[in-house]
């Protein structure tokens, strides 16, 4: 108690930002974890490929929406693509899936909707964002896009086989599979809560409203911050939510959109699966929509 009680206040403070935010957090991540184990044990490309609808409008809103029934956080999300274009799932149908999956699968628009105040809004227009950008997405790789994504030969991804296990087995292996994928996630979703328990304490109002000030910059700041901490979208509102007050919506919007999109380790599995020039697109292209897109919800709002 004696150790608590010479720390400086604003130490105290950052702490109490940082475990409040952990602990609202912590649950959906660990909800996260076990459907992404179950996935894993479960469920596989070949069965995704089953259902794909014939024609190419069809497979774009397929990829697009259908992250709503087969959830998986962006941590794994990479991989998985990268298993559905061997498995000969076209582009236009993966990365509509891609951008999508990690946005609008019920634990995260649950998370999204308890992080705000059990507020709809940002919930609704972070799914929206997704959808609308996943779209655009599938439509410039279903008719402007000419060539392969993936890579000739690319590394090999670590796969498992779980069909001849037992379902005592597959139960355990979905625990197994659970536990790697929140520790993983955990990892970051420290730094994260760090990083906004330091900005609210220690960062002075005037920075934070000179930079709020011009909508673009603050949208900007935002999506590099979100880019740089990459953060599960599990727990990514809860950072955002404890922004608000400082950025306002349109910028948090943006962080939350672009999120479990681009960020590090999300770009750094890309580029060993997929082509250098169609990672240089995605990247453009998703930039540029979110600005827009956060920017005119930050207009009408």
């Known amino acids: 108690m004696t150790i608590f009680q010479s720390l400086p206040p604003s ?6 930002i940082f475990l409040s935010i952990m602990i609202e957090a912590l649950p959906f991540v660990l909800i996260g974890s076990l459907i992404s184990g179950l996935i894993e044990v479960y469920i596989t490309p070949d069965k995704v490929y089953e259902f794909l609808p014939r024609n190419r409008w069809g497979r774009i809103f397929f990829g697009t929406f259908i992250g709503f029934l087969f ?3 962006e941590c794994g999300i990479v991989p998985i693509i990268n298993r559905f274009l061997e498995k000969k799932v076209p582009s236009y149908t993966a990365v509509p899936f891609l951008v999508t999956a990690p946005i609008i699968n019920p634990i995260v628009l649950f998370a999204t909707y308890s992080a705000f105040g059990n507020s709809i809004k940002l919930a609704f227009l972070r799914a929206l964002g997704a959808i609308v950008i996943a779209l655009i997405l599938g439509i410039f790789l279903g008719f402007f896009w000419k060539e392969p994504i993936q890579k000739e030969n690319p590394i090999a991804c670590h796969e498992h086989d779980f069909s001849h296990l037992g379902p005592a087995r597959k139960v355990f292996q979905i625990f197994i599979q659970a536990i790697d994928e929140f520790f993983d996630m955990g990892r970051y979703l420290v730094f994260g809560c760090l990083f906004a328990a330091i900005v609210q304490v220690y960062v002075p109002t005037r920075i934070l409203t000179s930079i709020s000030a011009s909508p673009v910059l603050a949208i900007l700041l935002l999506m590099f911050l979100a880019f740089l901490l990459s953060l599960c979208s599990e727990a990514d509102a809860f950072i955002g939510a404890s922004l608000l007050s400082s950025f306002g919506i349109a910028p948090v919007l943006a962080f939350l ?6 960020d590090i380790k999300n770009l750094l599995m890309m580029k060993h699966y997929l082509k ?13 929509l979110v600005l827009l897109y956060s920017y005119m919800i930050g207009v009408m709002l």
């Open 257 to 262: 959109v672009i999120g479990p999109m681009l």
């Open 71 to 73: 959830p998986s956080c």
């Open 276 to 288: 250098a020039r169609f990672i240089l697109q995605f990247m453009g292209i998703v930039t540029v």
């Open 11 to 16: 130490v105290l403070q950052a702490g109490a």
